[in-house]
């Protein structure tokens, strides 16, 4: 998969699998090489390879971008539908799942055009308690470089992809 020829389809499959995850699952390694997984719900990516995310919650992530920088992401499509007609048919229409490998920058005041982009995604639960208590004071992004992407493959199911 060509990261800057196929950047279109990862975006959208990213969209995809976050409207049926919440989240993409950020690998990083610790300052004892220890790999850790963190969730984020709050990743975006622009049209440039690059993307941003919102760092109000994670704990580790930070401390592992002093280190190493270097992260994997994972986005799965677990849409029940999108599974359920693959397993049907035997074949995947699309990728089940894309890893996006790159580098953190540094922690960085949002900008209100990112701000706004949180807002319409989170849109159709404001007003909840929720929404409230994890979106309403999202003030910091740190950005990521990606330089390659991965497609899943899953044998016969994915071969015609």
């Not at 089940?96 to 807002?119: D, M």
């Not at 003030?139 to 990606?146: K, W």
Request: aromatic share 12%; glycine share 6%; with cysteine.
């Amino acid at each position: 998969m060509d990261i800057e020829n196929d950047w279109n389809e990862i975006r959208k499959h990213f969209n995809t699998s976050f409207s049926s995850n919440f989240h993409v699952a950020v690998a990083s390694v610790d300052a004892e090489n220890n790999p850790t997984v963190t969730p984020i719900g709050s990743l975006f990516l622009n049209d440039n390879q690059t993307g941003f995310y919102f760092e109000k919650f994670p704990s580790k992530l930070p401390k592992h971008a002093t280190e190493n920088p270097n992260v994997c992401l994972l986005a799965v499509n677990s849409g029940r539908f999108f599974w359920i007609k693959a397993l049907f048919t035997g074949t995947f229409s699309k990728y089940p799942a894309i890893k996006l490998y790159g580098k953190l920058g540094e922690k960085r005041k949002a900008t209100e055009k990112e701000i706004s982009r949180l807002n319409r995604r989170m849109k159709a639960t404001n007003g909840l308690k929720g929404n409230t208590y994890l979106w309403k004071t999202m003030e910091f992004v740190r950005d990521i470089e990606f330089t390659k992407a991965e497609k899943i493959n899953l044998g016969k199911m994915t071969k015609q992809l």
